[in-house]
């Protein structure tokens, strides 16, 4: 289901939300607090850059409202970070992010990186230790792209970033 760019606000909201509701949980418990921080928001200048260097799609409605509430975002969803721009940018000469391409190519047929063209894929995030991304897959210019996403091994498809965020904020605890 395709969600409106208008309640990505109020989803991210709700993740945050829940992000600390899981902070507190997990101090209470004895567990490492989570790291997550929001950077300032970011101006889209050229657009939002594919795993080909030098190449961007023009950013979408949700994408718009997403770096309007944060540049990066540490420790979004389980570890994994919401890339700025910059980082999209700097992850092509990225020896790390290289190897976490090549492992998911290699070891999912079906993912993105293996079967989709690099200009149609932007990293979108990435939980580096884990070798754990997300993946905006693009259609046509225009379009919402669709995010693929690979968390504790198992790989989910959502239509766009409305439906994601609002999926892993109820996952993290957060209301609807």
């Known amino acids: 289901m395709k969600t409106d760019p208008k309640s990505l606000r109020a989803s991210l909201d709700a993740l945050k939300e829940a992000n600390s509701v899981r902070s507190e949980r997990n101090k209470l418990e004895g567990l490492p ?3 997550e921080h929001l950077w300032p ?16 799609k023009k950013p979408s409605e949700m994408l718009l409202v997403r770096f309007a509430y944060a540049g990066a975002w540490t420790e979004a969803i389980h ?3 919401f890339l700025s721009v910059r980082q999209m940018e700097e992850a092509w000469a990225d020896a790390d992010i290289a190897e976490i391409l090549k492992i998911r190519q290699e070891c999912r047929d079906s ?3 293996a079967v989709i ?7 979108f995030g990435v939980y580096r230790e884990q070798a754990e991304e997300i993946y905006l897959v693009w259609g046509d210019d225009g379009d919402e792209p669709m995010i693929v996403s690979y968390v504790s091994n198992f790989e989910e498809r959502f239509d766009d ?9 109820r996952i993290n605890g957060g209301a609807d």
């Open 117 to 123: 063209p690099w200009n149609r894929i932007t990293l």
């Open 33 to 35: 607090k989570l790291n």
């Open 79 to 81: 570890g994994l970070s």
């Open 161 to 169: 970033l409305g439906d994601f965020v609002l999926a892993y904020s």
């Open 41 to 56: 928001p970011e101006t889209i200048l050229r657009g939002i850059p594919t795993l080909v260097s030098g190449i961007y």
């Open 111 to 113: 993912s993105p990186p």
